[in-house]
């Protein structure tokens, strides 16, 4: 080969990297490929939903990179990676959700709270009603019997 084809005896060089091609698996690496597919699909359906979202969506849009959308929400890109600025914007969202159903919990506690006070109210209120209508009749009945001429009987 020396004599015959000596460039050929640098072919070692050409294959520098047969060491490391040794460890890659195929199975798993066909496997990642999938999987990244899969989230591009995702990805673009996500985006053609997006077109229809209005203000909101049109923002992120324009922002077009991490450090816009963390100027859009008030944080320098310089100090605050985007994994935080998206973690804080999260936990922001759902403290937000949740404070927003303890309010709404909270209002209708009160609102229940407030239709028993008045329920008792109510029904002092309606019994004192009927004691006054059940003592007219008899205060009519005790006048009617007084009022009423006697007869010769009872002369």
Do not use: W
Not at 112 to 117: D, I, L, R
Not at 144 to 153: C, D, E, H, V, Y
């Amino acid at each position: 080969l020396s004599e015959k084809l000596p460039e050929l005896l640098d072919f070692p060089k050409d294959l520098a990297s047969l060491e490391l091609a040794a460890k890659v698996q195929l199975k798993s690496l066909a496997e990642e490929m999938q999987a990244i597919n899969k989230g591009l699909e995702k990805v673009e359906q996500e985006l053609t939903i997006s077109e229809n979202d209005g203000p909101v969506s049109e923002i992120f849009c324009k922002g077009r990179n991490a450090d816009a959308l963390a100027l859009y929400f008030g944080e320098d890109p310089a100090r605050c990676p985007f994994e935080q600025v998206v973690t804080t914007l999260h936990n922001f969202v759902k403290l937000f959700t949740r404070s927003h159903e303890e309010n709404c919990k909270q209002l209708d506690l009160e609102k229940k709270k407030a239709q028993k006070e008045a329920e008792p109210e109510k029904a002092k209120g309606e019994s004192e009603n009927e004691k006054d209508e059940l003592s007219h009749p008899i205060k009519e009945l005790d006048i009617s019997l007084q009022s009423q001429p006697q007869t010769a009987s009872a002369k």
